[in-house]
């Protein structure tokens, strides 16, 4: 491969179109040089042979380049001084050069070790801050676009993401120990990666980023570049470590965040974005500052620390991990959707510190019922903050369920082992069957159901919640009812029969309630029956 210096391309065209015209004429070369044929044939044989030295020379040498701009790619910066270090030795070996009228700069070496680390920055001018690393990816390939960003950090490599990517490790051969005009530190010793306030992270285009370590972005100055991190179009970050940002996170539809750590963002100012449309892993929020996805998301853990505020995107995020929430966090009219229901948890204080035993939700509330404490009801709209409740007596509430526009809760002692509410919050006594442990209720297809684990007759059912009637069962110790697919069914812990199921719906003569009906086998049959199920 020929690798010219990009600076003498348009030299190197000017003189092999005089050569070539002085082949075809040798008058035209006596004329260019104003002397004899004689002289004209030693002035091309020199030519040539210089030539050829050039030619030669050029073919076994490689050129590093790129442009210096005050954006992303945009807008060029003349006159600055760009320094260039090469871990070709230790110490590295420093170049230095000045951008040109369109912001260019170069370097020329006869070679570069595979994997040779290169830093370029901006030397010299505490406003005109950029830097940009790389690795070579062979000894003869030379190393172009390497653009400098102004305000950004960029990490890059040569060559494919399948064959090479870039660590701490590889950057901390020249950082801001070496020269205060890099805008970053990192330690291979200690695992992390520093990059200055007043700048960007910037992950190049369709480059690996894996940084074997802790990475902090500083900042706070509101700025779109200050604190920020930016995944390019193709680009890899892989982390199994921490990543603090103080500002915004950019991630392109084509990146991967491989992020097995966490992402903190710690900002006290408001304004932060998070746009990033593939998963993007654990978030954590702290500080006081506001952010706001900017797209649709899907996360693994989500924790908002106290101070700090959380909006969700306007269309939905999607958290497959635990969400924690200390702080603040706005639906944004958007859907939040759990990826892995009934597997995230978050601790929440009780009323009271008694010992509650059974929870239902009806009519926008939720009701507990416990069987100690003052307060044996406590009610809540979210599940979140609970208020106590005063029960109608105080008896060891053992189950609630709700049905028909009534709380109605069951006890395993008192004088009257029934209570109900229409609205979670005043509740009236109500006498149950038999004095039995009533041990759980359940509602479904218009009819209460309740089960004891003692007592003559263990079943009772009400249409109302108010008026019971008695229903003979096998005698054990029945703990749990429920209702569904058209059927009642509970559960026993001990007995040759443990589950036991009766229909809602049979066939019967004309009037019969639906209590009446329950478990009919026969038309005259007006007593309720369970079918019980021999347990192998």
């Known amino acids: 491969m020929i690798n010219f210096n990009p600076k003498l391309k348009n030299t190197f065209s000017q003189i092999f179109s005089d050569l070539f015209g002085c082949f075809k004429n040798t008058l035209t070369c006596d004329n260019k040089v104003g002397t004899s044929s004689v002289l004209s044939t030693f002035f091309k044989f020199s030519l040539t042979t210089l030539l050829f030295f050039l030619f030669t020379t050029q073919a076994h040498a490689l050129t590093v380049s790129g442009t210096l701009y005050s954006d992303e790619g945009i807008t060029p910066i003349a006159s600055e001084t760009i320094k260039l ?3 070709t030795s230790t110490p590295p070996s420093i170049h230095s050069t000045t951008t040109d009228a369109s912001g260019d700069w170069y370097f020329t070496f006869s070679s570069l070790a595979t994997g040779t680390p290169v830093v370029a920055w901006v030397d010299g001018n505490a406003s005109v801050r950029g830097s940009i690393f790389t690795k070579s990816s062979s000894t003869v390939n030379s190393i172009p676009d390497l653009n400098i960003y102004q305000n950004r950090v960029i990490i890059s490599h040569e060559g494919a993401t399948t064959s090479t990517s870039t660590s701490i490790r590889d950057l901390a051969f020249y950082d801001n120990d070496n020269d205060s005009d890099i805008q970053y530190n990192a330690s291979s010793t200690a695992a992390t990666f520093d990059v200055n306030a007043g700048n960007k992270l910037y992950i190049n285009t369709g480059k690996l980023f894996i940084p074997g370590g802790e990475v902090t972005v500083y900042g706070n100055a509101g700025s779109g570049v200050d604190g920020s991190m930016h995944i390019a179009t193709d680009a890899t970050y892989l982390t199994s470590g921490t990543t603090t940002l103080a500002g915004n996170l950019s991630a392109s539809s084509t990146a991967l965040v491989g992020n097995h750590g966490t992402i903190y963002f710690n900002a006290s100012t408001t304004g932060k974005t998070i746009t990033a449309t593939q998963p993007i892993g ?6 006081t500052g506001t952010y706001t996805f900017a797209t649709n998301a899907t996360t693994t ?3 908002i620390d106290a101070g700090a505020t959380l909006v969700a995107p306007a269309d939905n995020i999607t958290i497959t991990g635990d969400y924690t929430n200390n702080g603040t966090f706005t639906h944004n009219s958007g859907t939040t959707t759990f990826g892995n229901e009934g597997t995230v948890w978050t601790a929440r204080s009780a009323a009271e510190a008694n010992s509650w035993f059974s929870v239902t939700y009806g009519n926008g509330l939720f009701v507990a019922v416990s069987n100690t404490g003052t307060n044996r009801v406590m009610t809540s709209p979210d599940g979140i903050t609970w208020t106590a409740r005063a029960a109608a007596e105080a008896n060891s509430w053992k189950s609630v369920t709700y049905g028909n526009g009534l709380f109605v809760a069951v006890s395993a002692d008192g004088t009257n082992r029934v209570m109900t509410s229409p609205d979670g ?7 149950a069957t038999e004095a039995n442990q009533w041990t759980s209720i359940t509602y479904g297809n218009g009819l209460f159901v309740a089960v004891s684990a003692d007592g003559t007759n263990r079943v009772m059912t009400s249409l109302d919640g108010i008026t019971w009637t008695s229903h003979s069962v096998s005698a054990v110790t029945w703990l749990s009812v429920t209702y569904g697919n058209g059927l009642f069914v ?15 719906v049979a066939l019967g003569p004309p009037g019969l309630l639906p209590h009446q009906m329950l478990g009919t086998p026969s038309p005259t049959a007006t007593a309720c029956l369970w079918r019980c199920v021999h347990m192998i």
Not at 282 to 287: R, V
Not at 425 to 431: D, G, I, L, M, Y
């Open 282 to 287: 654990n978030l954590k929020f702290g500080g």
């Open 425 to 431: 919050v005043t509740w009236t006594a109500r006498a």
């Open 85 to 87: 270090a090469v871990g």
């Open 301 to 303: 853990d989500i924790t």
């Open 490 to 504: 509970s559960v026993s812990y001990s007995g040759a029969y443990q589950v036991m199921t009766s229909p809602t």
